[in-house]
């Protein structure tokens, strides 16, 4: 694993929903940092402000205050001209329900945010092909999703994810739709692509299990940080799984009941 | 609470979706418009003297009003359709909160009729607002102020388009509420596009293609070659093939378009253009069927438009009195009626007045032995001489006594029409004094004839025998010119040898057509005299062109026709001409470019709408495209691009489909165009129509998809 520096920096971040009498803060001062080739998870319960905290990241909400740096640049404060520019080619997004568009096939699929920047296809054949290859999706490309298993649709999103060499991919409950051992083998190529490329994912997650990859993991409750978890050097993925087990029931038992 | 639910759904659904509730103003106006036909000026105005043509017409307006309303019952159906689907999540949400069925339903049908009483208001205020407009259109093309106007509010047409209206809808939302009444609630929550992504075998579809093709390609031949074959059967042969082949074709074609969008890798990565064609072909694919019947049905408003166009073409030839010259004609006791057309009110309206005597030449004197009265009258030189002036090939038939019957067209050369109607008539022909002749001549400002007294000039009736120039018969004068030098005689009376006037100003006899004669010989006086039997006399007149000037035509005419009809006398006014074929053609085109302009209102409709329904469903697919980068202008693009395609293609081979129709149609004389004048401004005038119309579909589509497109706002899902 190779660590440098700061890759993202979330500074005191805030977001307030509804009006004045009436507000609710999901993000209430986050504050953390994300390192080079880092494969960080979040974890808390329901209503904790965790998707929220990726979307601002993911640039798809904007905070109330606070700022997010993607290396060194204050992405939260771009308008929407520059924004487009970063999705998709400097971050990339790995969703729940995979997103993927299904008169499209694989290829076609994994290929689209290369197209919608306009980058030319020559240049990302071998890269297709890398990543095809090492997600076992050769066969299905130029399937439809309709065709696909959820763990073949995923990996096809996860491709999709990586296809323009993003500075970093953002994963929200990515094993959330998948059965136990799609998950497993997912969760096993993220970090696959995490050790071998120092690709950075950032991933929100409810599952101990999914969590238990990562190498960092943040537990937030009610807009705040409260919690952190390190993958110490030799301890095994098992290990950490138990960890992360301990620390929930600890916090009251279950990710979705803690009051 | 219920009724505030339905008022506030019923607002909403106008509100939101506007192009279902235009087509339901649209379902309601069309209906009107066809059935205040009878209130329109023109035909008010022609009531008054073609009274049984009119009612003949207006019996077949039901007809047509049961025919448009089973076109619109399919749009309605379509319309309430796309609607309902883009409402199933809440109706799911209804039955989720306990609302059961029957209630949903009713409650559909509530809403259904608060729309349709909106749909009624707006509709019959722009249906009473166009047929205004066409009403004082047609009358200023047609009557040039004589057509009085006044309001054509009809109330038997509201009546019956409030009743048809309220008719197909409810028969449409019954239909469709008896889905919604089977349907799951899960299937109503989740509603989205079929998961179908069959796009079958390439080999099957390239055959779908191909097959459809050659289909076409059949179809028109048949229409170009052989249309009027077997009695015109195979006009239903023709259309058969060409729907079955416009079917197969889009199939074939949606299918394939998968392979192009595979096949592009190049462009793949050029911003959304594979999604643009992916996006595309769903809509062609899935749905191919009604593609291509939205495609015949613009094929033909194509060939409706053209030949409804066509028809107002001829409006034209109405006020082309190339050959008519008397407005009046009065029959009755001469010497009465010409008192009577110069008495003191008559006199103002009257000019030119000329007495028209015709007779019928006397045969041999009736001593002869034979049974059969032999011919004072020799012509057989003549008849050699137009023989001999015959193309070729007709000449030979003629000699060889195939030719056996005449048939006078304009189609015929100059010769073989002379020579029919000269057969017709020649033996007894028909005789009109000079002096009746001048009349007519100076009236149009030629000089008088002074024939010879053994000279005679042929006559032509240009209403009957097709004459290319009024003043001219080049052929004829050739014949006669060339006998002149020849110092020979073509012709004898009475073994009498007889010269012939080169060809003469040809004018029709009377104003319109109590006399219907082919031919006649103008001959001198003297001459009338003595070979005519007996004869018939007509008074013509024309009314003054100071009149003329200064108040059109028409309402002197309608005025002496007023001060006729009390006199008692028989008259015939060139009011009755006109009066014919303007009912021809205002009721010709109105019915044929009314059905062209329904189908193509319903063809834009259902494409429009499918678009829609399509973009409803996968709105989704838009979001991801900005989560992974798309800008809104690119999306915005793309999905113009395919509002664009989804219209040009059905379009395109429309307009293929419909030239071969246009071309059929002039080949087998069924629409006329020559060198028409107004043809170029009144082609270019239906043709921006039409793509005016297709445009703001077009633009609606867009428009309303502009909207689903901004709708889309990234929600965060608190899990």
């Not at chain 1, 990339?92 to 919608?116: H, K, M, R, V, W």
């Not at chain 2, 909106?118 to 009358?139: D, H, N, P, Q, R």
């Not at chain 2, 104003?511 to 001198?524: E, G, N, Q, T, W």
Request: charged share 20%; aromatic share 10%; glycine share 6%.
């Amino acid at each position: 694993m190779v660590r440098q520096g700061k890759l993202l920096e979330v500074k005191d971040l805030q977001k307030n929903y509804g009006k004045k009498n009436n507000i609710t803060k999901a993000l209430n001062g986050v504050s953390f940092d994300i390192l080079l080739g880092e494969f960080l998870g979040i974890m808390g319960p329901s209503g904790s402000g965790k998707t929220t905290l990726l979307n601002c990241i993911a640039t798809i909400i904007k905070p109330t205050s606070g700022c997010v740096l993607l290396k060194g640049e204050n992405i939260s404060a771009f308008d929407s001209k520059d924004l487009a520019e970063y999705r998709g080619s400097r971050i990339g997004y790995l969703f729940q329900d995979f997103a993927l568009l299904d008169n499209l096939t694989g290829q076609e699929n994994i290929l689209l945010p290369l197209s919608i920047h306009g980058v030319d296809f020559a240049k990302a054949r071998a890269k297709l092909d890398e990543l095809a290859d090492f997600l076992e999706i050769t066969d299905i490309l130029n399937k439809f999703p309709a065709q696909m298993s959820g763990g073949q649709k995923q990996r096809v999103a996860a491709a999709r994810s990586l296809i323009s060499d993003p500075d970093i991919v953002l994963a929200d409950e990515p094993t959330g739709a998948l059965d136990t051992r799609s998950a497993r083998n997912l969760m096993n190529k993220l970090e696959g692509i995490n050790r071998n490329s120092g690709r950075t994912i950032l991933m929100v997650t409810h599952d101990p299990n999914a969590a238990s990859f990562c190498s960092r993991i943040l537990f937030i409750q009610d807009g705040v940080v409260f919690h952190e978890l390190r993958r110490k050097q030799e301890e095994s993925r098992e290990e950490f799984y138990e960890r992360i087990l301990q620390l929930l029931a600890q916090l009251g038992g279950g990710s979705a009941n803690v009051f | 609470m219920f009724s505030r639910l339905i008022y506030r759904n019923a607002k909403r659904s106008r509100k939101e979706n506007l192009i279902y509730f235009a087509t339901l103003v649209t379902a309601v106006a069309s209906f009107y418009i066809i059935l205040s036909l009878g209130k329109q000026n023109v035909i008010l105005f022609l009531k008054q003297f073609e009274s049984d043509a009119i009612d003949k017409l207006l019996a077949q307006i039901p007809i047509v009003y049961i025919f448009a309303l089973f076109l619109l019952f399919f749009l309605i159906l379509f319309a309430n359709q796309y609607q309902l689907n883009r409402r199933s999540k809440e109706f799911g949400l209804y039955l989720m909160l306990g609302m059961r069925k029957k209630r949903l339903v009713l409650q559909l049908l509530a809403e259904g009729f608060m729309t349709s009483i909106f749909a009624l208001i707006g509709g019959i205020f722009i249906g009473v607002f166009l047929a205004e407009i066409i009403s004082l259109t047609v009358s200023k093309l047609v009557g040039q102020g004589i057509i009085g106007h006044q309001l054509s509010l009809s109330v038997g047409a509201i009546f019956f388009t409030i009743i048809g209206f309220l008719f197909i809808q409810f028969s449409a939302l019954i239909i469709l509420g008896g889905r919604l009444f089977n349907r799951e609630i899960h299937q109503l929550l989740y509603e989205q596009m079929d998961n179908k992504q069959d796009m079958g075998h390439i080999k099957g579809n390239v055959l779908h293609i191909l097959v459809g093709s050659v289909l076409l390609g059949v179809a028109y031949w048949i229409a170009l070659y052989r249309l009027t074959d077997f009695a015109g059967l195979t006009l239903f042969v023709t259309l058969a093939l060409g729907s079955l082949g416009t079917i197969l074709f889009m199939r074939g074609f949606g299918k394939l378009l998968g392979l192009w969008a595979s096949m592009s890798e190049h462009k793949s990565t050029k911003g959304l253009h594979t999604f643009t064609l992916r996006q595309f072909q769903e809509n062609i694919a899935n749905r191919s069927t009604s593609v291509a019947v939205t495609s015949i049905l613009i094929t033909l408003s194509i060939i409706l438009i053209a030949n409804g166009a066509s028809t107002i073409l001829s409006l034209e030839n109405l006020y082309s009195r190339d050959a008519s010259v008397y407005d009046f004609t009065v029959d009755g006791d001469s010497q009465k009626v010409e008192q009577f057309l110069t008495s003191e009110k008559m006199e103002p309206y009257v000019e030119d007045l000329n007495f028209l005597k015709i007779g019928r030449m006397k045969h041999q004197d009736e001593q002869k032995e034979e049974d059969r009265p032999s011919p004072l009258v020799d012509w057989s030189k003549l008849r050699e001489q137009l023989i001999m002036a015959l193309p070729s090939e007709q000449k030979e038939q003629f000699l060889s006594g195939e030719m056996q019957g005449y048939s006078i067209s304009s189609e015929n050369p100059e010769a073989l029409n002379l020579l029919g109607v000269l057969e017709i008539d020649a033996a007894t022909p028909y005789l009109i004094p000079e002096s009746s002749y001048n009349g007519l001549l100076e009236a149009i400002g030629e000089k008088p004839l002074n024939l010879h007294s053994d000279e005679i000039a042929l006559y032509f009736n240009p209403d009957l025998v097709p004459i290319d120039q009024l003043d001219r018969m080049p052929v004829l004068d050739h014949i006669l010119k060339k006998a002149n030098k020849e110092g020979q005689s073509l012709m004898s009376i009475h073994d009498q040898a007889i010269d012939i006037r080169s060809s003469i100003p040809m004018r029709g006899l009377v104003a319109d057509r109590s006399v219907k004669i082919f031919s006649a010989f103008i001959v001198p006086d003297p001459m009338f005299e003595q070979l005519s039997e007996s004869y018939n006399s007509y008074w013509n007149f024309r009314i003054p062109q100071k009149m003329q000037e200064q108040q059109g035509l028409m309402k002197p005419m309608m005025e002496v026709r007023d001060i006729l009809k009390s006199s008692g006398f028989q008259f015939e006014s060139y009011l009755q001409n006109f009066g014919r074929q303007l009912f021809y053609v205002v009721a010709g085109s109105y019915t044929i470019l009314y059905m062209g302009f329904l189908f193509l209102i319903i063809a834009c409709t259902v494409l429009a709408l499918q678009f829609l329904t399509q973009m409803k469903q996968t709105g989704q697919r838009y979001l991801t495209l900005s989560m992974l980068g798309a800008k809104r202008n690119q999306m915005k693009k793309s999905m113009y691009k395919q509002v664009l395609w989804t219209f040009l293609l059905p379009m395109s081979l429309a307009c293929v489909s419909g030239s071969v129709g246009i071309r059929a149609m002039i080949l087998f004389v069924i629409i006329n165009f020559e060198d028409e004048p107004l043809l170029y401004p009144i082609a270019f005038t239906f043709a921006c129509f039409v793509i005016v119309v297709v445009a703001i579909y077009g633009v609606a589509v867009a428009r309303s998809a502009d909207h689903e497109i901004d709708k889309l706002r990234w929600k965060p899902n608190i899990d």
